[in-house]
């Protein structure tokens, strides 16, 4: 075989080596390009999602700061409204603005066991905004100032919500008690006559109104 057609194979061997190498380079490109375009698309949906979950965080961080203000603004109104208690009670208290019913209900209840509570039963009904003689008047008539009980500390004949008679831990959370519940149910109540299903019976009403006179 002449010389220069060896030579020729041999150049067209070597240039088929090159050709084939540069595809396989080729392919093996194509292939992590592949990749990496797919890898893209994956972070894009992850900063796409993260982006939707950072819109919903800052609109609940602006609810909750709404939020936070309207607490605040409310325990600014409640302490307004309890200093302004603080001040009624302290000047209801006073003997020329009324106080002197402290010892009226004081003299009406003594030798009872809510002797000493006349304070109590006062302060209570001007923070409930009820005439100040009702409560010991129906404590009397119901229990005798405090001497017959229908539970513990319940010396208004009071019915429990669930059934039977309502009780209570101190004489003056009872007092505090019967007075709001007298002020939700008939408001600025001055008679027993206003308590409508209190008890129906006039003559209940009649005696504690008579109570009433007494002090």
Partial sequence: MPAALWIAIVVGIWLTAILIAVMIGMRLTSGEIEKAQARMEGQAREIELMQKENRVLSGQIKQLKETSSTLNQIKEKVFQINQRRLSLVKWAALPDRGGNWIN????????????????????????AGIEPRLMPAIAMV?????????????????????????????????????????SKMWGRTSSPFEMKGYATSPVWKGKVAREMARI
């Avoid at 009226?104 to 009904?125: E, M, N």
């Avoid at 319940?154 to 519940?181: D, L, M, P, V």
């Fill in 142 to 182: 119901e229990s005798g100032g405090g001497r017959a009980n229908a539970n513990s500390n319940n010396f208004f004949g009071r019915k429990a919500a669930g059934g039977g008679w309502a009780g209570w831990s101190t004489k003056e959370i009872a007092i505090q008690n019967q007075a709001h519940y007298i």
């Fill in 104 to 127: 009226r209900i004081d003299s009406y209840l003594a030798r009872t066991p809510l002797t000493g509570q006349g304070r109590t039963f006062y302060l209570a009904a001007v923070d």
